[in-house]
C-alpha cells in the first residue's frame, strides 16, 4: 500500500505565473482535500474532490481550481500567482466521510 | 475569533518533563485530530478523538465535548519530540486547522 505522495516537493514561480500541483492519494482512497499553509500558520481548507467532483470549498478564489481523475489523484491550479500564494500546499486522502485523513509531504510553492 | 485555538503557541521544555499542550473550538465537530508536523512539512496523524482520552506510547489525548477543550500531554519529554503539535476538528468533512504550538525539547 502506497501513501500520499505529492509533486514537485519545490517550487519557484514569479507573480503572474500559472502552476499545477499533484497529488496522488493513498490506494482505495476516493476523497482528496487540499490545504494551504502559510508560514508560521496552521493549513486552511482549500477544496476536496470525491468522485472527480469538487465536494467543498473553502475562502480561496476562482483562480484556484483543481481536478480529480478517475484514479483519484488530483491536481491543485494556481493562475495568475501572487505573492502571498507563498506557502506550503498539502493533500490529504481519505475514503469518503472517514474520520482520518492522510497527509502527504506537501509541496513549497515560493512565488518571486 | 478563530474556530481553532491552541495554547501555547510556543513551548520549550527541559528532556524528561511533562508537557501539556491545549486546543479549545468553538464549532460543532464529529472528530478531533491532534496531529504533529516537522520542519519540511510532512504532517502525521497523532491521534483522533470523538470522545474520552486515547493513549499511546508516552502521548495522552483527552477530549472534552461539552466544554468543547482537547489536551495533548507527553510524558518524560525527548528532543525528538520537538516539532509542531496542530489541533484540527471535523467539520464535517473538512478540517479546521489550530496554528499550531512549536515545541522545542532541550537535552
Known amino acids: 500500500e502506497t501513501g500520499v505522495t505529492q509533486s514537485p516537493t519545490h517550487l519557484i514561480k514569479t507573480r503572474g505565473q500559472q502552476v499545477t500541483l499533484r497529488c496522488s492519494s493513498q490506494?482505495?482512497?476516493?476523497?482528496v482535500s487540499w490545504y494551504q499553509q502559510a508560514l508560521g500558520q496552521g493549513p486552511q481548507f482549500i477544496f476536496q474532490y470525491y468522485r472527480e467532483e469538487e465536494n467543498g470549498r473553502g475562502n480561496f478564489p476562482p483562480r484556484f481550481s483543481g481536478l480529480q481523475f478517475p484514479n483519484y489523484s488530483s491536481e491543485l491550479n494556481v493562475n495568475a500567482l501572487e505573492l502571498d500564494d507563498s506557502a506550503l500546499y498539502l493533500c490529504?486522502?481519505?475514503?469518503?466521510?472517514?474520520?482520518?485523513?492522510?497527509f502527504g509531504p506537501g509541496t513549497r510553492l515560493t512565488v518571486l | 475569533k478563530n474556530e481553532v485555538e491552541q495554547s501555547p503557541q510556543n513551548l520549550t521544555a527541559q528532556e524528561g518533563e511533562f508537557i501539556t499542550i491545549n486546543c479549545s473550538y468553538s464549532v460543532g465537530i464529529s472528530a478531533l485530530h491532534w496531529l504533529q508536523q516537522h520542519p519540511g512539512g510532512g504532517i502525521v496523524s497523532l491521534f483522533m478523538?470523538?470522545?474520552g482520552k486515547k493513549k499511546h506510547g508516552r502521548l495522552i489525548a483527552t477530549i472534552n465535548i461539552q466544554e468543547k477543550h482537547s489536551s495533548l500531554h507527553i510524558t518524560a519529554s525527548h528532543p525528538r519530540d520537538s516539532a509542531v503539535y496542530i489541533c484540527a476538528v471535523k467539520d464535517p468533512d473538512k478540517l479546521i486547522f489550530g496554528t499550531g504550538t512549536r515545541l522545542q525539547v532541550f537535552p
Open positions: 490529504a486522502s481519505s475514503t469518503r466521510g472517514a474520520y482520518t485523513q492522510y
Open positions: 490506494s482505495g482512497h476516493n476523497t
Open positions: 478523538l470523538s470522545s
